[in-house]
């Protein structure tokens, strides 16, 4: 088992499109372990609802006997899971408090310390994240799970190296679905999409089926791994299946929403994104839609979506979730108080030099506030690992085609469209025109 | 009509707030500001009371910060930001009339006619520097004649659709089925009849 501690950082836990990875963020956390009871047996239409009983439940253990660290871990780890269920942050301060709670009464309590893994996770604190993970395992080291919670804060902190020997421990020790879809994005990341296609194989293979949503998420993921390159119709079957094991699955019909969209089916895209973030308004959902709404011509109702972006995301700031990079990039994309997105993308590059959605969000960021030659050795990086993520090579082309090389600039963004010519509805049409502009 | 307000409002809001301690006594709550039901929340409440000369039903919903988000649009009328207090009383009237029209009463089988008689819209500090928004509304009709038999009046409520766009996933609230009559000297409120429901956001 290779594990090294970093100093320093914070990032994404980065599925390509910045926005979304909050959303993987809440899978990781879910999938840690800690101390979590099994999930529950029925597919529930209304997991919330089954997981606030659990809440219930173990609230009043708690208050019963107040020094009952183990209730305490398990009221955490109930309050994580309906976070992520529910999308809804504040369920993650609520599981601090039962963390902190637990550490009152068991101060070297190693579950506790990877509940606090799994929360620093959540909020970004990447570096901490991975201090509490090695305590947790020096007190107990028969937690083969927090290898995957130290290595999905390398992701975040751009030591790309470090967590894929943490994944690749992981799937030799304990080869299962959770640790192969870990393995596969770093390939995906590293630009191998052969080897990241295999690994997916085996991630799905290893699917016990007992956790449907556990299902649902993988194939979901699979499937944006095959929309990311374009791929509309292979999508379409994982998403598919996804549904099956899940019916009414939100990140399932946020990619069919997603598959619509790249058709130009806006009517469609609309409907479905709309069900959507009526169920979980997640913010990478809600700016989406909005995109959807733009390019269909509704600005008013596209500029309400992005309203509700940035209310959401107050209430994630105010329960300590980082937002730097996130935010920094939905407002560059949508031309939106550009200073801020800079200062962001800035804050958000400091703390996680070596993560490439980073990076690029800092090129990005530049780039939009009129300072191309600034953001080229940005962009560079942020294709340091030769990744096929068709947003960096747009990012990069626009940014060569401002600093005047135009040969670059046509490359780049014939590989952004050639990786995907569907990447975005709102900056797709942009990287054609470009490229025609520029004799492409 | 406000004084219709002084007393059963506050035995409402003290009602909400004995729900609310009930179910979130022993959470550890994130702050002071937090919606105590979760960001995306819409919990309702409605309450019955019969008296000599008039029935009268409570009803109340409360956004938490995200559904109060959108639905902040539709308030400020004249899109300048602020939520002026008579943009708040024309949605609270505007919202008592979309329940008015959800909203049925039965009495000894007889359909009722429910009237708003007062109407209130709240907003008050949420978390992340959001507003929640609370909406008040008492509807009266009057207390049909003596039955012929002696037994006690049947009420019965159902809501056909919720007030405003964004309530149609909640339930429709549970009313008892039954309000024992009143003394005319002691017109006594019937135990309340609390209903939450979440999350039923829809934008």
């Not at chain 1, 390398?154 to 299962?176: C, H, I, K, M, R």
């Given at each position: 088992?290779?594990?090294?501690?970093?100093?320093?950082?914070?990032?994404?836990?980065?599925?390509?499109?910045?926005?979304?990875?909050?959303?993987?963020?809440?899978?990781?956390?879910?999938?840690?372990?800690?101390?979590?009871?099994?999930?529950?047996?029925?597919?529930?239409?209304?997991?919330?609802?089954?997981?606030?009983?659990?809440?219930?439940?173990?609230?009043?253990?708690?208050?019963?006997?107040?020094?009952?660290?183990?209730?305490?871990?398990?009221?955490?780890?109930?309050?994580?899971?309906?976070?992520?269920?529910?999308?809804?942050?504040?369920?993650?301060?609520?599981?601090?408090?039962?963390?902190?709670?637990?550490?009152?009464?068991?101060?070297?309590?190693?579950?506790?310390?990877?509940?606090?893994?799994?929360?620093?996770?959540?909020?970004?604190?990447?570096?901490?994240?991975?201090?509490?993970?090695?305590?947790?395992?020096?007190?107990?080291?028969?937690?083969?799970?927090?290898?995957?919670?130290?290595?999905?804060?390398?992701?975040?902190?751009?030591?790309?190296?470090?967590?894929?020997?943490?994944?690749?421990?992981?799937?030799?020790?304990?080869?299962?679905?959770?640790?192969?879809?870990?393995?596969?994005?770093?390939?995906?990341?590293?630009?191998?999409?052969?080897?990241?296609?295999?690994?997916?194989?085996?991630?799905?293979?290893?699917?016990?089926?007992?956790?449907?949503?556990?299902?649902?998420?993988?194939?979901?993921?699979?499937?944006?791994?095959?929309?990311?390159?374009?791929?509309?119709?292979?999508?379409?079957?994982?998403?598919?299946?996804?549904?099956?094991?899940?019916?009414?699955?939100?990140?399932?019909?946020?990619?069919?929403?997603?598959?619509?969209?790249?058709?130009?089916?806006?009517?469609?895209?609309?409907?479905?994104?709309?069900?959507?973030?009526?169920?979980?308004?997640?913010?990478?959902?809600?700016?989406?839609?909005?995109?959807?709404?733009?390019?269909?011509?509704?600005?008013?109702?596209?500029?309400?979506?992005?309203?509700?972006?940035?209310?959401?995301?107050?209430?994630?700031?105010?329960?300590?979730?980082?937002?730097?990079?996130?935010?920094?990039?939905?407002?560059?994309?949508?031309?939106?108080?550009?200073?801020?997105?800079?200062?962001?993308?800035?804050?958000?590059?400091?703390?996680?030099?070596?993560?490439?959605?980073?990076?690029?969000?800092?090129?990005w960021a530049l780039y939009k506030n009129g300072r191309a030659g600034d953001a080229l050795p940005y962009a560079e990086e942020a294709l340091r690992l030769a990744?096929?993520?068709?947003?960096?090579?747009?990012?990069?082309?626009?940014?060569?085609?401002?600093?005047?090389d135009e040969a670059s600039a046509r490359a780049h963004l014939q590989t952004a469209i050639d990786i995907n010519p569907h990447f975005s509805p709102l900056q797709?049409?942009?990287?054609?025109?470009?490229?025609?502009?520029?004799?492409? | 009509?406000?004084?219709?307000?002084?007393?059963?409002?506050?035995?409402?809001?003290?009602?909400?707030?004995?729900?609310?301690?009930?179910?979130?006594?022993?959470?550890?709550?994130?702050?002071?500001?937090?919606?105590?039901?979760?960001?995306?929340?819409?919990?309702?409440?409605?309450?019955?009371?019969?008296?000599?000369?008039?029935?009268?039903?409570?009803?109340?919903?409360?956004?938490?910060?995200?559904?109060?988000?959108?639905?902040?649009?539709?308030?400020?009328?004249?899109?300048?930001?602020?939520?002026?207090?008579?943009?708040?009383?024309?949605?609270?009237?505007?919202?008592?009339?979309?329940?008015?029209?959800?909203?049925?009463?039965?009495?000894?089988?007889?359909?009722?006619?429910?009237?708003?008689?007062?109407?209130?819209?709240?907003?008050?500090?949420?978390?992340?520097?959001?507003?929640?928004?609370?909406?008040?509304?008492?509807?009266?009709?009057?207390?049909?004649?003596?039955?012929?038999?002696?037994?006690?009046?049947?009420?019965?409520?159902?809501?056909?659709?919720?007030?405003?766009?964004?309530?149609?996933?909640?339930?429709?609230?549970?009313?008892?089925?039954?309000?024992?009559?009143?003394?005319?000297?002691?017109?006594?409120?019937?135990?309340?009849?609390?209903?939450?429901?979440?999350?039923?956001?829809?934008?």
């Amino acid at each position: 088992m290779t594990r090294t501690v970093a100093t320093g950082g914070l990032l994404v836990l980065g599925i390509g499109a910045a926005l979304l990875a909050l959303a993987l963020a809440f899978f990781l956390v879910a999938d840690d372990g800690g101390g979590r009871s099994p999930a529950p047996a029925a597919v529930s239409a209304d997991l919330v609802t089954t997981t606030s009983a659990e809440i219930a439940f173990w609230e009043e253990r708690l208050a019963a006997d107040p020094a009952d660290f183990t209730a305490a871990d398990r009221l955490a780890s109930a309050y994580i899971q309906r976070g992520r269920e529910s999308g809804d942050v504040s369920d993650f301060t609520r599981a601090q408090a039962a963390v902190n709670a637990s550490f009152a009464s068991f101060s070297d309590n190693p579950a506790a310390f990877g509940l606090l893994a799994t929360l620093q996770n959540v909020r970004h604190e990447f570096a901490a994240a991975i201090v509490s993970a090695e305590r947790s395992l020096e007190l107990d080291p028969t937690q083969d799970h927090l290898l995957s919670a130290i290595g999905d804060a390398q992701v975040g902190l751009g030591l790309y190296a470090e967590a894929f020997d943490n994944y690749t421990s992981l799937t030799d020790q304990a080869p299962s679905l959770a640790a192969f879809s870990r393995l596969a994005y770093v390939y995906e990341l590293r630009g191998d999409l052969a080897n990241a296609e295999g690994a997916w194989g085996n991630a799905l293979s290893l699917d016990s089926g007992s956790n449907a949503e556990a299902s649902a998420w993988a194939n979901t993921q699979y499937a944006t791994f095959r929309l990311n390159q374009g791929d509309l119709d292979d999508a379409a079957t994982p998403y598919d299946a996804a549904l099956d094991s899940f019916p009414g699955y939100i990140h399932a019909l946020a990619g069919q929403a997603r598959v619509a969209a790249a058709n130009g089916d806006y009517d469609s895209a609309i409907a479905l994104y709309t069900q959507v973030t009526e169920r979980q308004p997640l913010p990478e959902y809600v700016a989406a839609l909005g995109d959807v709404y733009a390019v269909a011509g509704q600005t008013a109702e596209a500029a309400e979506q992005y309203a509700l972006v940035e209310a959401i995301r107050q209430l994630y700031v105010a329960n300590g979730i980082n937002t730097d990079l996130q935010i920094a990039v939905f407002l560059a994309d949508h031309d939106l108080r550009l200073d801020e997105a800079l200062a962001s993308a800035e804050a958000v590059y400091a703390e996680t030099p070596g993560n490439i959605y980073a990076a690029d969000a800092l090129a990005w960021a530049l780039y939009k506030n009129g300072r191309a030659g600034d953001a080229l050795p940005y962009a560079e990086e942020a294709l340091r690992l030769a990744t096929q993520g068709a947003s960096l090579w747009y990012h990069s082309g626009l940014i060569h085609a401002a600093t005047g090389d135009e040969a670059s600039a046509r490359a780049h963004l014939q590989t952004a469209i050639d990786i995907n010519p569907h990447f975005s509805p709102l900056q797709a049409p942009i990287a054609e025109q470009t490229l025609a502009e520029l004799g492409g | 009509m406000t004084s219709i307000f002084s007393r059963p409002v506050v035995l409402l809001a003290a009602a909400l707030v004995a729900v609310i301690a009930a179910l979130f006594a022993l959470a550890p709550t994130p702050s002071a500001d937090a919606h105590p039901l979760g960001n995306f929340t819409i919990n309702r409440y409605s309450r019955i009371e019969a008296y000599s000369d008039v029935i009268r039903v409570h009803y109340a919903f409360d956004m938490a910060e995200i559904p109060a988000f959108q639905e902040r649009g539709d308030i400020d009328a004249n899109s300048d930001g602020d939520i002026s207090p008579a943009e708040a009383h024309t949605y609270a009237n505007e919202q008592a009339d979309a329940i008015t029209a959800n909203l049925s009463l039965t009495l000894d089988a007889q359909p009722a006619e429910l009237s708003p008689v007062a109407t209130r819209a709240q907003l008050f500090p949420g978390e992340g520097g959001l507003d929640t928004l609370r909406v008040d509304a008492v509807f009266e009709t009057p207390t049909p004649p003596p039955a012929r038999q002696p037994s006690p009046i049947a009420t019965t409520t159902t809501q056909t659709a919720s007030a405003g766009r964004r309530l149609s996933s909640c339930p429709s609230p549970a009313l008892p089925s039954r309000a024992p009559r009143q003394a005319k000297t002691s017109p006594a409120p019937s135990p309340p009849t609390r209903t939450t429901c979440s999350p039923a956001l829809s934008m």
